[in-house]
């Protein structure tokens, strides 16, 4: 990969300020900077070596680029996408991809028309011990999944204005769960029961979301998961995945999966998702640039489809919760 590419960062708050850090720790990368508020976006460029600016998405298509990170707001990403598509840009995307499904689907098979690499920001694919509790549990080694346990708790609520252009907890936080489900297990989702309550979040109910919520999903072989987010930790960030098989079960930790209570060191306590995930965003964007140079494509990489069928289950479980914990089936 060359260390010399001029990448887009589209959205300069703080997952495009992680981004641009990473980045600028990988090589001499020259970094253009979007944003709707350009001292924001002054801000970031400025932060780093070789940072400039370009006023909006068209300047930056204009003058070309060799790949875009799009972070800005979730409302914004069709327009972002679909605009950076059809200039042929290669674009890894922050999750979401958008909050509609129809839409979603559009943006991927126009990506796949244009052969335009488009990947949407699942870092968890990239996390070392998550990555090896989904190949450990593929080899078959400990039998059948009975069920897989999820946990996304973050240590504070976001800003409201963010969280009103998000969607739901359901399909903002805990869609890395949905998505987890589905690449951990290699099944598929076909029924949700959610739950959800606003217990310390103020303002939440004004905007009809929650800040702790749970979910039981039923896999198309019977087997189960159960999972919880929430917006309010303040001991730490806390984001755990266990399984519990036939012939034993499988956590995964920072490095690897190991069996629950074996005597590994103490997990820290983490400020947020780019510090307990550091190493996975690193090594998602590392990926993505190879791969918008035109090398292969990376197997753990997450694709609009993923993101299609994440959403699916997500509004499933939020169409669920309104209605008084009423099963939906996929």
């Not at 689907?105 to 028309?113: F, S, T």
């Amino acid at each position: 990969m060359s260390t010399d590419l001029k990448v887009a960062i589209v959205g300069c708050g703080q997952i495009g300020a992680m981004y641009a850090d990473h980045l600028d720790a990988m090589g001499r990368h020259r970094l253009v900077c979007v944003d709707a508020d350009p001292v924001r976006a002054e801000k970031l460029a400025a932060s780093v070596d070789s940072g400039t600016v370009a006023a909006s998405v068209r300047e930056l298509v204009a003058h070309g680029c060799d790949a875009a990170l799009v972070t800005a707001a979730t409302t914004s990403h069709p327009e972002l996408v679909g605009a950076l598509i059809e200039a042929g840009i290669p674009v890894l995307c922050e999750k979401p991809l958008t909050i509609d499904l129809a839409r979603t689907e559009e943006l991927g098979l126009r990506a796949e028309e244009r052969g335009v690499p488009l990947w949407v920001g699942f870092q968890r694919h990239f996390d070392p011990g998550f990555a090896d509790l989904r190949a450990r549990t593929a080899e078959g080694k400990l039998g059948r999944v009975q069920l897989l346990r999820l946990v996304s708790h973050d240590v504070s609520l976001p800003p409201l204005a963010r969280l009103r252009e998000s969607g739901s907890i359901f399909t903002d936080l805990m869609l890395h769960d949905f998505d987890m489900v589905r690449w951990l297990t290699g099944r598929r989702v076909v029924q949700v029961v959610a739950d959800g309550s606003a217990l310390s979040g103020p303002g939440l109910a004004d905007i009809g979301d929650f800040d702790t919520v749970t979910a039981t999903v039923r896999l198309d072989d019977g087997s189960l998961a159960a999972l919880s987010a929430g917006r309010w930790q303040p001991v730490g960030y806390d984001v755990r995945a266990e399984v519990l098989a036939e012939r034993g079960n499988l956590e995964a930790t920072l490095t690897h999966a190991e069996t629950p209570g074996a005597g590994g060191p103490a997990v820290p306590r983490f400020r947020g998702y780019w510090d307990r995930f550091a190493t996975a965003y690193r090594e998602q964007v590392r990926a993505f640039l190879v791969r918008a140079t035109g090398g292969p494509a990376d197997p753990a990489a997450g694709g609009w489809r993923d993101s299609h069928e994440a959403l699916r289950c997500a509004l499933a479980a939020e169409r669920s919760a309104r209605s008084g914990s009423v099963p939906v089936t996929l």
